[in-house]
């Protein structure tokens, strides 16, 4: 690991801390209830020990095949890992083998597979039901009207934990009105769910109005680590 990178990382990690630390201040919240989860995808092994090095203690992933081999590398280190991308119901079975939280539920065939992944690998995850706040096919996330059915799927399997909700703002949109619309549909959750208190919202764009509207948990990698390449698939 090049000096040059830890000054890197370590800076942006402490602007986004600020960030951070400013939105909970002018929400009247407390930082302690607003979990960083850092997002390496495309990014090295390297830089996910630097990260935990520098204190971040939540990791986050979105593709099966680029995530087993970090958590491998990284196997010595004391990491909550977070899968926070759109999950094919075949990769559901190696992804309740390693990883700690799901973002990303959004289908009952989801949550059989997930369940039978957990219950074989004799571990729990906890679940996020993932929220399609615009209507564009193909994205990740159920419809609103839907989010409570899936929530009670999550609630009723074994071997998951209904964690709570999550949402990515939608482009072009105003992410506090999103943001919004996402805390309405967390407290009808928690209505019938008391314990699913997480609220997983904003990245690096948009943790501000993220942490406005309640969220407990931002998702952020360009601000931490840079750019990414553009993903080819
Ligand atoms: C990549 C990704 C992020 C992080 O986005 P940045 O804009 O780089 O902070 C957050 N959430 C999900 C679901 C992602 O795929």
């Known amino acids: 690991m090049s000096e040059d990178r830890r000054r890197e990382v370590a800076a942006n990690l402490a602007a986004v801390r600020s960030r951070i630390a400013a939105a909970c201040a002018a929400a009247g919240r407390d930082p302690g209830g607003v979990t960083l989860v850092a997002v390496t995808k495309t990014f090295p092994a390297a830089d996910v020990r630097l990260l935990v090095e520098l204190g971040v203690r939540d990791i986050g992933e979105n593709r099966d095949q680029e995530f087993r081999p970090k958590v491998d590398a990284c196997a010595d280190l004391e990491v909550t890992w977070h899968f926070v991308g759109q999950l094919q119901r075949n990769k559901a079975r190696s992804v309740a083998s390693y990883v700690d939280v799901v973002h990303s539920v959004d289908r009952s065939a989801l949550v059989d597979a997930l369940s039978r992944g957990a219950v074989a690998a004799g571990r729990e995850l906890v679940c996020l039901v993932e929220v399609a706040l615009d209507h564009e096919p193909g994205r990740g996330g ?72 309640g969220a407990t948990h931002v998702r952020v990698g360009t601000a931490l680590l840079g750019g990414r390449p553009p993903v080819l698939r």
Request: avoid cysteine.
């Open 142 to 213: 159920v419809p609103p009207g839907e989010a409570a059915a899936v929530a009670d799927a999550v609630a009723a399997a074994d071997g998951l934990r209904l964690g709570g909700v999550m949402a990515v703002a939608p482009l072009g949109t105003d992410p506090a009105v999103a943001f919004a619309q996402l805390a309405r549909i967390a407290d009808a959750v928690r209505a019938r769910h008391p314990d699913a208190s997480m609220i997983s919202a904003g990245m690096s764009g948009d943790l501000e109005a993220a942490i406005t509207h």
